[in-house]
């Protein structure tokens, strides 16, 4: 799916849903400090950076997605009032390994079983 049909559906949800949709210019939104808007950030490691005025600290990722809000909050009117600018403190999964074989696994009802369950057979040989 294109960016532009992935953005029209959006669009489509969010008024569907009544929920205000804004779009927002990305550009520069990972090297402004989302807390004191200085645009000169240092990096201190793979993807982390940190504003040297004000001291604030978090990934490149993190960093855009608080600028991208303040910046779509601002079209809309709403004040911005910094909320929690502070990154997660939880450890982040970073190598989640799909389900292996023997897990159990949590299907609808009525949802095909795995071949090992039906025998190891793909289709019916007598048809």
Not at 47 to 67: H, Q, S, T
Request: glycine share 12%; hydrophobic share 25%; aromatic share 8%.
């Amino acid at each position: 799916m294109g960016y532009s049909r992935i953005e029209r559906w959006i669009d489509w949800q969010a008024e569907k849903h009544g929920v205000p949709y804004v779009k927002v210019d990305p550009n520069g939104t990972s090297s402004e400090c989302p807390k004191c808007e200085y645009k000169g950030l240092e990096e201190i490691g793979y993807r982390r950076f940190r504003c040297p005025r004000c001291g604030f600290e978090a990934d490149r990722d993190v960093i855009g997605k608080l600028n991208v809000r303040k910046r779509g909050l601002r079209k809309l009117g709403i004040k911005f009032s910094g909320g929690a600018l502070t990154p997660l403190t939880a450890p982040q999964m970073t190598d989640v390994a799909s389900n292996r074989w023997g897990e159990p696994m949590n299907r609808p009802e009525g949802s095909p079983r795995p071949l090992s369950q039906r025998g190891g057979q793909e289709f019916n040989r007598d048809l």
